[in-house]
């Protein structure tokens, strides 16, 4: 559970940093802004997108994907 909000709080964040649900789904295309609020968490294959969209981590996003972050990552 405590996994799943600490996605969730990440995937809110890269929200505002994209500038809205709208912003992300014009950016991945193929999406409606709908979509992409009914995201719990950033679905596995669109994480690597949504990251360069929003500068949100993918370790912060899906970290039950891809782990925890490299110490150089947690520095910066």
């Known amino acids: 559970m405590e996994k799943e909000q600490a996605?969730?709080?990440a995937l809110i964040e890269a929200r505002?940093?994209?500038?809205?649900?709208?912003?992300i789904a014009r950016s991945?295309?193929?999406l409606t802004p709908q979509a992409v609020l009914q995201w719990r968490a950033v679905p596995a294959d669109r994480?690597?997108?949504?990251?360069?969209i929003s500068g949100?981590?993918?370790y912060r996003?899906?970290?039950?994907?891809f782990g925890l972050a490299p110490r150089s990552?947690?520095?910066?």
């Not at 505002?16 to 912003?23: I, K, Q, R």
């Not at 996003?61 to 994907?65: I, M, S």
């Not at 990552?73 to 910066?76: D, I, P």
């Open 7 to 9: 996605c969730l709080d």
């Open 16 to 23: 505002l940093a994209a500038g809205g649900s709208s912003a």
């Open 28 to 30: 991945l295309g193929h």
């Open 47 to 52: 994480v690597l997108d949504v990251e360069k």
């Open 56 to 58: 949100i981590s993918r």
């Open 61 to 65: 996003l899906r970290p039950d994907v």
């Open 73 to 76: 990552e947690e520095a910066a």
